[in-house]
């Protein structure tokens, strides 16, 4: 196997400027000569991929296997952290009934699960509450706080939510109740009715604390347990009791951080590497019987964590019982966790189908949005708990940001989730657009957000939308490129190569499963599987064959390209490396993204 190490940073890998998928192939950046002061290469392929990414030679040992003492702050350095954690530490001492207020996604569900089970180690039962995505909607509403104050709860703590819930938290402090906000939202400059907002996203934290923004919510949970402990430990809580040990919280941390899709860089890799390991040791009974239930013969992988674990929890919050994943995370009855996890596996398969209808729904809207640099479809009666994963899907299939809407005829009002692209700073435009008066409510990240608007101001907010975003989405298609880890001649490709790579892990979004260029090769075979997927065989001079398929691009422009190419036309593979274990042989194969013509 041969690696090849770009000349240059803007050098185009196997000369590709214009790939079939319409991108330029450029090396990731960073490290481009691989060779030491002493002359040669020097270094095994790991070492490659991470000087590639950036990372110094100094800093090596530290990103290959990322500790969690490496990468963890002091907690107290995010504004109100202190703050937050004596007033919960007051709560424990004084036994006050508390309740934790979480959203109905994984990372919500992850972080009331974190701190519910952290409150019992600290021999203190927590409430929780968890809204109702269909009768609720997103973040605290204030008749549920002060519903919560009458039942008995003195404070509540919501997490990844409650930054923007103004409203809502000046009733609860009306009302006589306490309300912490442990969140990771963008905030406005105007502070809520919070004891304390604990948000790395906070517009007055300082530099250090805002270098943490890409945290999930789970991630700053964690932080805020560690402040607790701290401050009990402080006041001699632990002289006649045992101190929790907060590493074996680590396996909620990894799954809320992998299904949020936040950036898997500094302390996020560490918690997922870390939480991994915990999550291996199945401890947690509901965590456990989520993996069974996920069919995984295996320790779960981080890529496990996107794509079956979390969809599970998720597909509570979405078309079932919105506080099933918190339960499941936080029974130590393991029939209940068996009869949880199996039914959120059938919410899953019914998410499934309810997702395929409102998808096909949607692409109908396509056809009249081609000049468009923002797609926005909507339709009475869609599934408001579907519409971000296919806000996804077509933002994957047309390569522009998407906004799905849900309208309520009764209402009269459409809840909406987007997906952005690299480059386009969608929640930024939400918030600015609800500042203008074109929504009812509205949040979110760079890459996904969510809105309430008014049916009759559809039109007028995509309008609004599509100006404000036309440069960025511009400047982001025309910059349009693949980031390359190494090159690779046909025979390359194997098992072993697979394993070593792996050790760069855990991938995913900010620290993406390294990508590889492999030719050239001869097409051998092009096919259509399944009802959208593109299966490709090549070959090569030096004899051998390389399996390789591409999901979900079918019906895309770039898959209608694969499917057009002749047995025989000479061809440079794009994408990602992977192990079949189909029929017990394991054998490597591409998870294709990417095929270039070779001028050879």
Excluded at 569 to 593: I, M, S
């Amino acid at each position: 196997m041969a690696t090849t190490a770009p000349s240059s940073t803007f050098s185009y890998v196997c000369g590709v400027e214009r790939s079939l998928g319409g991108r330029s192939w450029r090396w990731r950046g960073g490290h481009n000569q691989y060779a030491d002061a002493a002359g040669g290469l020097g270094d095994d392929i790991l070492t490659q991929l991470l000087l590639a990414r950036g990372v110094t030679r100094d800093d090596l040992d530290r990103q290959r296997e990322p500790k969690l003492a490496a990468f963890l702050p002091d907690p107290s350095i995010f504004q109100d952290m202190d703050v937050a954690a004596e007033r919960m530490a007051q709560a424990i001492l004084t036994r006050e009934k508390v309740t934790i207020y979480g959203d109905y996604d994984v990372d919500g569900a992850t972080s009331a699960a974190l701190l519910i089970r952290l409150f019992r180690m600290l021999g203190h039962e927590a409430d929780y509450y968890i809204p109702d995505r269909l009768l609720e909607g997103y973040g605290p509403s204030g008749e549920a706080l002060v519903k919560l104050g009458e039942q008995g709860s003195s404070l509540v703590v919501t997490v990844d939510c409650g930054a923007m819930a103004h409203e809502a938290l000046a009733a609860a402090r009306d009302a006589g109740v306490d309300v912490i906000v442990i969140d990771h939202h963008k905030c406005s400059p105007e502070r809520p009715a919070a004891v304390a907002l604990v948000n790395p996203n906070r517009l007055d934290e300082e530099d250090e604390a805002a270098a943490h923004g890409h945290l999930a919510a789970v991630g700053v949970a964690f932080l805020a347990a560690i402040a607790l402990v701290r401050k009990l430990r402080e006041g001699g809580y632990f002289e006649d009791r045992k101190e929790p040990d907060l590493r074996g919280l680590l396996d909620l941390v990894a799954l809320g951080t992998v299904a949020d899709v936040a950036a898997l860089h500094g302390l996020n890799r560490a918690f997922v590497a870390q939480g991994l390991k915990v999550m291996a040791k199945r401890a947690n009974t509901g965590m456990s019987a989520l993996i069974d239930a996920s069919r995984l013969t295996r320790a779960p992988i981080s890529s496990d964590l996107g794509f079956a674990l979390g969809p599970r929890i998720n597909a509570g919050g979405r078309v079932g019982e919105s506080t099933l994943g918190v339960r499941l995370l936080t029974t130590e009855d393991p029939e209940e966790a068996a009869l949880i996890a199996a039914q959120l596996s059938q919410l899953n398969d019914d998410r499934r189908a309810i997702e395929a209808e409102v998808q096909e729904a949607g692409e109908a809207q396509l056809a009249r949005q081609a000049n468009r640099n923002l797609r926005i479809v909507h339709g009475e009666g869609w599934h408001p708990g579907v519409i971000g994963i296919v806000a996804g899907r077509i933002k994957e299939k047309t390569g522009r940001p998407s906004i799905v809407i849900a309208r309520d005829r009764k209402t009269g009002l459409g809840k909406g989730s987007g997906r952005s692209i690299p480059g386009v700073d969608l929640g930024a435009a939400i918030m600015a657009a609800r500042e203008e008066g074109l929504l009812e409510a509205g949040g979110g990240h760079a890459m996904a957000a969510g809105l309430t608007v008014r049916e009759d101001r559809i039109e007028a907010l995509s309008d609004w939308l599509e100006a404000r975003l036309e440069k960025q989405v511009s400047a982001a298609s025309a910059e349009a490129s693949l980031g390359f880890d190494l090159s690779l001649g046909p025979r390359g490709l194997s098992v072993e190569l697979v394993e070593t790579l792996e050790k760069g892990g855990p991938y995913g979004m900010g620290w993406p499963g390294p990508r590889l260029a492999i030719g050239p090769v001869h097409i051998v075979k092009v096919d259509r599987v399944g009802s959208d997927h593109v299966r490709l065989v090549a070959g090569s001079r030096e004899g051998g064959s390389i399996k390789a398929i591409a999901f979900r691009i079918a019906d895309t422009d770039f898959g209608q390209a694969l499917l057009a190419l002749h047995p025989g036309t000479q061809v440079w593979l794009a994408g990602r490396a992977k192990v079949d274990t189909w029929a017990n042989t394991p054998r490597a194969e591409l998870h294709l993204e990417d095929v270039a013509l070779a001028l050879l």
